[in-house]
C-alpha cells in the first residue's frame, strides 16, 4: 500500500518558476517507479515525467523535457517536479503516481498502482 500527497501547486505567471513534491506517507515507495501526470480541464491525463526507483533513470514528455526536472529523496521517500519557464499550456491539476510492478511502460496511466489526490497549477500570461 502506497499513499500519496502532492504539496507546492499554486497560480504564478508564465516564465515563473515553481517545485511540485509528493510524499509517501507509509514510506513504501522506495522500490517504484514514481512519475508525474497532468490532466488540463476537458483533457484526458497526461504524462509529464518518470524516475526509476533508484532515480538513475529518468524520462520527461516532449512538451516539457528541459523545463522540468524530475527527482526524488528515497531516505525521505519524497518525489519532485521542479517547473522552469512555466507557460500557460502547463495549467493542469497535476497528480504524482506510484508503480508497484514494472509493466514496461513509464508513460502510461493505466499501468500505476497509486495516485495522489492532485495539486492545482494555474500559468497566467
Known amino acids: 500500500q502506497v499513499q500519496l500527497g502532492e504539496s507546492g501547486g499554486g497560480s504564478v505567471q508564465a516564465g515563473d518558476s515553481l517545485t511540485l513534491s509528493c510524499s509517501d506517507s507509509l514510506q513504501t515507495s522506495r522500490r517504484h517507479v514514481m512519475a508525474w501526470f497532468r490532466q488540463a480541464p476537458g483533457a484526458d491525463r497526461e504524462f509529464v515525467a518518470a524516475?526509476?526507483?533508484?532515480?538513475?533513470?529518468?524520462h520527461y514528455a516532449a512538451s516539457v523535457k528541459d523545463r522540468f526536472i524530475i527527482s526524488r529523496d528515497n531516505d525521505r521517500s519524497t518525489l519532485d517536479l521542479q517547473m522552469n519557464n512555466l507557460k500557460p499550456e502547463d495549467t493542469a491539476v497535476y497528480y504524482c503516481a506510484a508503480m508497484q510492478t514494472w509493466r514496461g511502460n513509464y508513460d502510461s496511466a493505466s499501468d500505476y498502482d497509486y495516485w495522489g489526490q492532485g495539486t492545482q497549477v494555474i500559468v497566467s500570461s
Open positions: 524516475i526509476s526507483w533508484s532515480g538513475a533513470t529518468s
